[in-house]
């Protein structure tokens, strides 16, 4: 039988809204297999250890036990918590921001993604040199060349925060070049739809389903890092855009939310949220909560949303589903891995694309005369005066209409 090469963990946190369960979820990603655990009550953590006398006593009995390699912790520890429990227990001492990291790196594989992790990295890194120890090798290379005097400590700071500062002129560029890819699809006029929603929700699945586009679908977290675009005709003859971006998580850390910001601003274009929800994940509320509350930190909050519940041929009860249904906003219950209420699905976005109507006055130009056909097309023109330049019209229109025209709009209207 071959032998199981995985690093053996022990991880330590609270079971509060299954916690612990991610934590293992988590663990395994990252090519590692939970030996024990450690159930933690809310409590003040030690400012040394964070764990009282007691629990760091039996902490150390369960590696013994188990032949455990590393310990991870749910909580973000400090340097100092990290260097202790790594010379009192003898291992490797990681926590919960560390390992997601670690899964990002993992998982990256274009130039970007590698970007934006290593910049994710770094910045956890820098303020813990004290605490880890000089651990830079794993990252960016052996130190360069260091000026009299100098401690290696404060070379290594300064060679962190160059790298970041050399990170950050790229993923500037990132952002441009997505600005300069995006004005294409604005000419389109097409809606944006984004699909967003926990990790393991079942994005990528539906995006295959929805696209058939060849995306890798796993049953693992974080598959995606990159957003993929696709062209997406609805029965209708509806065309848009929809995008799959990178999964949620709750507690992501704030290094990888900046450091993907360039690629989490996809969801800014948007026309149409549609947050994928695991309708047979004992904690959807929970993993939903999470997914409300990034969209919050980014403003995104009030921008039109479908709750779109998906793994329904998971769920037995029949009930559960009717409920959720009814629970959540303009939900929808599917199986992207089965097709069921996919149809409902694509009917109650282009329904909700439609919804909102607005009336306004467009001025178009002559050389601009192929979005007149455009605004016949999705609205109804009440006013159409020629002039010296090009057509004055007034019309109402849906309104993600009236936002993709909106350059052409009249000003002061």
């Known amino acids: 039988m071959e032998r199981d090469q995985r690093e053996k963990a022990v991880i330590v946190g609270s079971e509060e809204d299954g916690s612990l369960d991610e934590l293992a979820a988590l663990v395994e990603s990252a090519g590692g297999r939970v030996m024990a655990r450690m159930v933690l009550r809310r409590a003040q953590p030690d400012p040394a250890f964070f764990l009282t006398a007691g629990k760091l006593g039996e902490l150390k009995g369960l590696v013994s036990t188990e032949g455990a390699v590393l310990v991870v912790f749910d909580d973000e520890l400090s340097p100092v918590q990290a260097r202790n429990l790594e010379e009192e227990l003898a291992v490797k001492i990681i926590d919960r921001t560390e390992l997601i990291l670690d899964i990002f790196a993992q998982r990256a594989r274009t130039k970007e993604a590698k970007l934006q992790v290593e910049k994710g990295q770094l910045e956890y890194l820098l303020p813990r040199l004290t ?12 130190i360069g060349t260091r000026g009299p005097g100098e401690t290696k400590l404060e070379a290594d ?23 300069l890819q995006r004005a294409p699809r604005r000419r389109l006029s097409w809606p944006v739809l984004a699909l967003v929603g926990y990790t ?9 389903l929805l696209t058939g586009a060849d995306v890798g679908v796993e049953d693992r977290l974080f598959t995606t890092l ?8 609805f029965p209708n003859q509806l065309e848009t855009l929809i995008i799959d971006t990178v999964g949620l998580i709750r507690k992501l850390p704030h290094q990888l939310v900046e450091a993907f910001r360039a690629t989490l601003e996809e969801l800014y274009e948007a026309d149409l949220l549609i947050h994928v929800v695991n309708l047979a994940s004992p904690y959807r509320d929970e993993e939903y909560m999470a997914g409300r509350q990034l969209l919050r930190e ?23 589903v009717f409920r959720a249904v009814r629970t959540y906003p303009q939900a929808v219950a599917i199986s992207a891995r089965t097709g069921a209420g996919v149809e409902e699905l694509k009917d109650k976005v282009v329904a909700m694309l439609s919804a909102h109507v607005d009336r306004g006055a467009f001025f178009i130009p002559f050389t601009e005369g192929g979005y007149l056909s455009l605004l016949h097309e ?13 057509v004055y019209l007034e019309v109402e229109l849906p309104r993600v209409w009236a936002e993709r ?8 209207d």
């Open 200 to 208: 393991n929700a079942g994005k990528s699945t539906l995006f295959r």
């Open 157 to 179: 700071r300064q060679r962190i925060r160059a790298r970041i500062a050399v990170l950050n002129r790229r993923l500037r560029q990132v952002k441009a070049n997505r600005r």
């Open 378 to 390: 999705k609205g109804k023109v009440y006013t159409q005066e020629y002039r010296d330049s090009g």
């Open 226 to 233: 990159d957003p993929t675009i696709r062209r997406l005709t």
């Open 131 to 142: 605490g880890k120890g000089v651990i830079l090798s794993r990252l960016a290379g052996g």
């Open 405 to 412: 025209l909106r350059q052409f709009r009249v000003s002061g």
């Open 298 to 320: 980014l403003g995104l909050e009030d921008k039109p949303s479908i709750t779109v519940l998906n793994k329904v041929d998971l769920v037995e009860n029949e009930f559960t």
